[in-house]
């Protein structure tokens, strides 16, 4: 009897884990650039580094990931990357100074534009955005698979933003061997101003305010986070789904289709007045 009773025990454990919701979740990452790039993942502090740490993705190609339930970390695309004859490899923008493809614990030297997420954080929501404050290399859009709890709602940078980039905080593209800008610094990077980085005395949301630099940023992209305290038009949440991760979407045809999903924020993706910024004067790699 004990036997049976032990035996009906671990099938009704086995059956309750099987619907416990710790199935890992995808990260599909999409690359609709005209040139490879090599996305890099880093985990948060006390997150354990995932088994990919970077890859190659060719420009119309796409990888699926598998996402620990409870991971934090950010994620971004490398650009303009080379191996030397000593088989160090290394990117001009987003690099993160492993000398592999893999990152390896690394995480993306400034300028890069950064997917943030945390997963299964207060309330079992999982918490996102697409940070600017760091810098800008690469279009890219968040959207979860699934519309479910805390809105879900798309995040990201539309528009191509290196050839309008002020030009104080432009990266020449002299070191990959093209023409134009490669990707827009941040102002913190760029001056060191305690003023545009919110730190030592403007280390609180009462003394570090949007700048005219982070404004440019959040012109175009309005719900992206353009400085360290924009959270409230940044912050995105949503729940059990898996997450697309865009790099280079198509604007027009981004707007079209999340129209659809009708997730209910109010900002737009991408400030209409700067769309044409893609097809004027932006050098993109390899483009």
């Not at 009897?1 to 059956?15: G, Q, R």
């Not at 940070?131 to 279009?139: C, E, I, M, Q, T």
């Not at 403007?202 to 949007?210: L, R």
């Not at 079209?256 to 893609?278: F, I, Q, S």
Request: glycine share 12%; charged share 15%; proline share 6%.
């Amino acid at each position: 009897m004990d036997h049976l009773l032990l035996s009906y025990t671990l099938f009704i454990l086995i059956s309750l884990s099987s619907f416990s919701g710790v199935e890992p979740i995808t990260f599909k990452f999409i690359n609709k650039c005209r040139h490879t790039i090599w996305p890099g993942l880093l985990s948060g502090a006390g997150t354990a580094q995932l088994p990919t740490t970077g890859f190659y993705l060719s420009s119309g190609k796409s990888r699926a990931v598998k996402i620990p339930i409870s991971w934090s970390g950010r994620v971004w695309g490398r650009t303009l990357c080379t191996q030397d004859s000593t088989g160090k490899f290394s990117c001009v923008t987003g690099d993160c100074g492993s000398g592999k493809v893999e990152c390896l614990g690394s995480g993306a030297q400034p300028p890069a534009t950064l997917a943030e997420f945390t997963l299964n954080g207060a309330d079992g929501l999982d918490f996102y955005d697409v940070s600017l404050v760091d810098g800008y290399n690469l279009p890219m859009l968040v959207i979860p698979k699934k519309v479910t709890r805390g809105g879900c709602g798309a995040t990201g940078c539309l528009i191509d933003l290196n050839g309008a980039c002020p030009k104080e905080l432009k990266l020449s593209a002299a070191a990959g061997g093209g023409k134009g800008a490669v990707a827009c610094r941040s102002a913190c990077e760029a001056f060191g101003d305690p003023r545009f980085c919110c730190s030592e005395g403007y280390a609180t949301p009462d003394t570090c305010g949007p700048s005219v630099y982070s404004l440019f940023f959040k012109h175009a992209c309005p719900r992206s986070y353009s400085y360290a305290y924009d959270d409230k038009t940044s912050t995105y949440n949503c729940a059990g789904t898996d997450y697309d991760i865009i790099f280079c979407p198509l604007p027009y045809t981004s707007q079209k289709l999340l129209a659809l999903r009708k997730d209910g924020v109010e900002l737009p993706l991408v400030n209409k007045t700067m769309m044409y910024l893609r097809s004027h004067g932006s050098s993109s790699p390899g483009r």
